[in-house]
């Protein structure tokens, strides 16, 4: 019987040791970023821990074993790379993987050493937001649109509601697969971003009538939906969420906030930014940021229902906020609440 309960603890040991063998190979391969650009594999050769499928739409999904699903292009140019058994996408076209390319490291390093490679002209060209850029067409991209990915432009308005769903999935992979094809500045994708939509997503109520339910539930069970929606027509940031206090009953806005109460500003607001930026299974548990979140943009920060006179501050005449008796802070409390969701950025 010792003998049994020996085995059978030997056993236990070697799983752990196995475990950790594991856990170490993993931590050695992906957490050490000095040893980069890693020389790749032969596509195909080894253990491979990759699929690649061709999507009705014409892009070419690669599913990685415990990892991420990548899309490309197959007639951009650009080509896949293979490193530890899995996919990896050349962005640089070096044949090389580098730490930028890798992405089982942390984000926030990637994001630095893309940083190092980008030149200050496509920098300038990434700041750009501009409106009615391109002459929509579902079968070939217009010259401005060209012009524009070449100078680096990557956050690009979604196509208006009148536009058909075929047009807008062909719209956004065309820019894509154009964008994999040029080989002077670094392949980043473009971002589909929008105001609030009506006309090609549900209806719902807006803001100040959501927060007149006085449930965060419901903003949340918005968010949720909504997400999967944008997310299907390939648009994954929104211009809002506003979420300013309506202390100035002169100002226009009032209508896209939730009230002047801040408490339950701060909890529809966190419900509902949560939710859009979140992705969720089958059975609604939250998974985090995932496939159907879609990046919020919280606004106007610090506050622009405070404004002077109720001028609006998106025109030379509301330049100033003001807060009467000190309640500066108090403007500031939705955002603040709202910086511990899943992800933010703030407007």
Same mark, same amino acid.
């Given at each position: 019987m010792n003998l049994f309960y020996d085995i059978i603890s030997l056993k236990k040991i070697l799983f752990v040791l196995g475990t950790l063998t594991g856990l170490s190979t993993l931590l050695f391969t992906t957490c050490n970023t000095e040893d980069y650009p890693r020389k790749t594999d032969r596509l195909g050769t080894g253990k491979v821990r990759w699929t690649e499928s061709l999507t009705p739409d014409g892009w070419t999904m690669v599913t990685n074993e415990n990892g991420v699903i990548l899309g490309y292009s197959k007639s951009s140019g650009l080509q896949l790379i293979q490193s530890d058994g899995y996919a990896f996408k050349d962005l640089n076209r070096n044949n090389m993987l580098d730490l930028y390319e890798d992405w089982r490291v942390d984000s926030d390093k990637r994001a630095a050493a893309m940083v190092s490679e980008i030149p200050v002209e496509q920098m300038m060209g990434m700041k750009m937001n501009p409106f009615g850029l391109g002459r929509l067409n579902p079968d070939a991209l217009d010259d401005a649109m060209k012009e524009a990915l070449n100078l680096g432009h990557r956050q690009l308005r979604a196509p208006g509601s009148n536009t058909s769903g075929r047009v807008k999935a062909s719209w956004n992979n065309m820019v894509q697969e154009y964008i994999e094809k040029l080989d002077s500045i670094v392949c980043i994708p473009a971002v589909w971003i929008a105001d609030p939509r009506?006309?090609? *997503?549900?209806?719902? +109520?807006?803001?100040?009538?959501?927060? =007149?339910?006085?449930? +965060? &539930?419901?903003? =949340? &069970?918005?968010?949720? $939906?909504?997400?999967? &929606?944008?997310? =299907?027509?390939?648009?994954?940031?929104? *211009?809002?969420?506003?979420?300013? $206090? =309506?202390?100035?009953?002169r100002w226009k806005r009032i209508s896209g906030t939730f009230g002047e109460d801040p408490a339950l500003s701060m909890d529809i607001a966190r419900a509902v930014i949560n939710a859009w930026q979140s992705t969720y299974d089958e059975n609604g548990n939250d998974l985090g940021w995932g496939i159907h979140s879609v990046n919020n943009q919280m606004k106007h920060f610090p506050g622009d229902g405070s404004a002077e006179g109720g001028r609006e501050s998106h025109t030379r005449d509301g330049a100033y906020n003001v807060f009467p008796g000190g309640q500066f802070w108090t403007h500031v409390l939705p955002f603040r609440n709202s910086r511990n969701s899943s992800q933010q950025c703030g407007a």
């Open positions: 009506s006309g090609d *997503v549900s209806e719902w +109520p807006g803001n100040l009538a959501m927060a =007149a339910t006085f449930d +965060p &539930e419901v903003g =949340a &069970e918005y968010g949720r $939906l909504m997400s999967e &929606e944008w997310r =299907a027509m390939g648009i994954s940031m929104q *211009v809002a969420t506003q979420m300013d $206090l =309506a202390t100035e009953p």
